[in-house]
């Protein structure tokens, strides 16, 4: 059959992929499975209810749950009407999502537990939300099956009618509107139709080596546009799809269930190499000696290249010593990995590559649907570590005079909801979707990812920098979790480092160096004297004008819940510019109450 809608994908699992284990999660300490039929049965009730209760077609849901099958089940029951999912993030603050749930013009509203109902019944009262409800039963609280037993009981009635509305349904038409996540200002609404989702998950489909009832681990949100694109990727191919119990259970789940794919983004992939780096610090002697040898290794494999004859030896030693415990530590039974959303430090994918565990980047955005370009294995020579991949067979890329990526494809957007001048600022009159991302083509074919148009600035001598390619190299010292590069129209570049603390921890014990709390291991001399060493390392690999002239450690986490970052991960540079102010006036020397030349004010 030709799967065109969303919801089509039903049907396609009913005829192709009838199976048990569709979705499955684990409750209660089981892994209980939902079949194709409860997928297809529970989503239509959920159509038959929300037509009972009125809902008609262009009518807006929003969610703001974990990832669950009735995440899966309430979007293609809203799909089937035609009804339009808005998919939030669960990290938001009280303002987002007031503006998003006022914004979207929503009329309903699924959260998947007490404490998300507890805190967003004031803003749900504020914007005069009708329907409130939780996927999570609770005795005293609207639970979401009261409107799919609505359903049932109006299935006989409303069976012709939702039939009617599905025929109706056109490719073009809305299916989703996915809020970006904003590191600058309110959030804007992408509208992405049926056809945006489909066309970009058949272009990806032949790329990847899936299977029917191949096991697949979920743990990015599903409102993230990435995770959602590939969870309709991996039910195109008859996948069973686990949804992690929760960010700290990912490692126990993917042994769980042997998972064979899995989507991510690379600060999982960062932190789950720091976690590896830190048991092998554990080790002592010679096995110490033969894990850090095997990561030198590693960082040397050259994926379309032939390695020498002793190259090959050592490295099948390796894998049989080292890495084979990084397969198991995964399940086994690894087919590949895809990392998106923001850039992958080349290493790791060598390493990974190293290790028997293919680590594939992309790249794409919320306004493409996402993907513009991946690595794959499909074919010889998709390959190319640096790059984000060849672009997909049917998007074309340009690069503009200015270096900036340009997109034309049926996966761009359809605009930004109720904002059609900002629509007009990135589509111009050719189609032509402006990306903001600075980028080449490496053999005039793999996509490569230089930096943020609007995050380039220029010292003070007119040199330009790319702080993403900067922050993306440091961030390879086993001692640094975060960088964030400053500098614009001063003399010099300079970074904020927050210290990878867990690897600071060991190496400051083993050089017997005492410390209270984080706040002064960072200010301790010989501290400062090791992250000195590890930024002229690196120093060596930039342009003079790009070198880190001055840094500062901070000990505070950066993470989504206070700000620094993104619910995409992503840094949230005008928070970090507010929050560090005092420290940045202090590397280049401001008093207070003054600012820099450039853009960003110290005291903002």
């Given at each position: 059959m030709n799967i065109e809608r969303t919801f089509d994908l039903l049907e396609h699992l009913r005829q192709n992929h009838n199976r048990a284990d569709i979705l499955v999660a684990k409750?209660?300490?089981?892994?209980?499975?939902?079949?194709?039929?409860?997928?297809?049965?529970?989503?239509?009730?959920?159509?038959?209810?929300?037509?009972?209760?009125?809902?008609?077609?262009?009518?807006?849901?929003?969610?703001?749950s974990n990832n669950r099958p009735e995440w899966n089940m309430a979007d293609m029951g809203m799909s089937m009407l035609g009804v339009v999912h808005v998919p939030v993030y669960p990290s938001l603050g009280e303002e987002e999502y007031k503006y998003i749930l006022e914004h979207s013009d929503a009329k309903m509203l699924l959260v998947h537990d007490r404490a998300t109902w507890q805190r967003l019944k004031p803003v749900v009262d504020a914007v005069g939300l009708k329907h409130f409800y939780t996927f999570i039963y609770y005795e005293d609280l609207p639970h979401w099956s009261e409107v799919t037993k609505l359903g049932e009981t109006a299935r006989v009635k409303c069976k012709e009618e939702l039939r009617r509305i599905k025929d109706s349904i056109l490719p073009g038409d809305l299916a989703s509107i996915i809020y970006t996540s904003g590191t600058t200002g309110m959030p804007k609404g992408v509208m992405l139709s049926h056809s945006n989702f489909m066309s970009n998950m058949k272009a990806c489909a032949p790329l990847f080596p899936l299977e029917s009832g191949d096991r697949i681990l979920s743990f990015l949100p599903l409102c993230h546009v990435f995770e959602r694109m590939v969870n309709y990727l991996f039910q195109f191919k008859g996948c069973s799809i686990h949804y992690a119990e929760n960010i700290g259970t990912i490692a126990q789940n993917m042994v769980e269930i042997q998972a064979q794919a899995f989507a991510t983004v690379p600060r999982v992939i960062e932190r789950i190499y720091d976690k590896i780096v830190s048991k092998g610090e554990d080790l002592s002697g010679i096995k110490r000696l033969i894990f850090f040898q095997s990561l030198k290794l590693g960082e040397k494999f050259r994926v379309n290249g032939k390695h020498h004859f002793w190259y090959g030896l050592r490295l099948s030693l390796a894998r049989k010593l080292v890495f084979s415990k990084w397969q198991k530590a995964f399940g086994g039974q690894l087919k590949f990995v895809v990392s998106g959303g923001a850039a992958l430090q080349p290493r790791l994918s060598r390493l990974f590559f190293a290790a028997d565990i293919p680590l594939l980047e992309g790249y794409g955005l919320t306004e493409t649907s996402p993907v513009i370009a991946v690595n794959h294995l499909s074919q010889p020579d998709c390959l190319h570590i640096g790059s984000v991949g060849p672009v997909l067979n049917n998007v074309a890329v340009k690069?503009?005079?200015?270096?900036?990526?340009?997109?034309?494809?049926?996966?761009?957007?359809?605009?930004?909801?109720?904002?059609?001048?900002?629509?007009?600022?990135?589509?111009?009159?050719?189609?032509?979707?402006?990306?903001?991302?600075?980028?080449?083509?490496?053999?005039?074919?793999?996509?490569?990812?230089?930096?943020?148009?609007?995050?380039?600035?220029?010292?003070?001598?007119?040199?330009?920098?790319a702080p993403q390619a900067i922050e993306n190299l440091l961030k390879e010292s086993f001692f640094i979790e975060q960088v964030m590069v400053v500098g614009e129209n001063e003399k010099f570049a300079s970074a904020l480092l927050l210290p990878n603390f867990e690897y600071l921890h060991v190496w400051a014990h083993d050089n017997k160096i005492h410390f209270r709390d984080n706040p002064e291991l960072i200010t301790l001399p010989k501290v400062l004297k090791q992250f000195q060493k590890e930024v002229d390392v690196y120093n060596k690999q930039l342009g003079k004008h790009e070198q880190i002239k001055r840094f500062r450690l901070v000990w505070e986490d950066w993470n989504s819940h206070t700000?620094?970052?993104?619910?995409?991960?992503?840094?949230?540079?005008?928070?970090?510019?507010?929050?560090?102010?005092?420290?940045?006036?202090?590397?280049?020397?401001?008093?207070?109450?003054?600012?820099?030349?450039?853009?960003?004010?110290?005291?903002?």
């Open positions: 409750r209660e300490g089981q892994w209980i499975k939902f079949s194709a039929e409860d997928y297809g049965r529970t989503s239509r009730r959920f159509s038959y209810g929300l037509m009972s209760l009125g809902f008609e077609k262009g009518d807006k849901i929003a969610t703001i690069i503009d005079e200015d270096g900036e990526i340009l997109v034309k494809g049926p996966n761009v957007m359809q605009g930004y909801y109720k904002a059609q001048d900002l629509s007009d600022e990135v589509i111009d009159a050719d189609g032509w979707f402006h990306t903001g991302d600075i980028g080449t083509l490496i053999k005039n074919r793999f996509l490569k990812i230089t930096d943020r148009k609007k995050e380039m600035f220029k010292t003070s001598s007119g040199k330009y920098i700000g620094e970052l993104s619910p995409t991960l992503k840094l949230r540079r005008r928070v970090l510019y507010k929050k560090y102010a005092p420290v940045l006036r202090e590397i280049y020397a401001y008093q207070e109450g003054e600012e820099n030349r450039g853009k960003h004010k110290f005291n903002d």
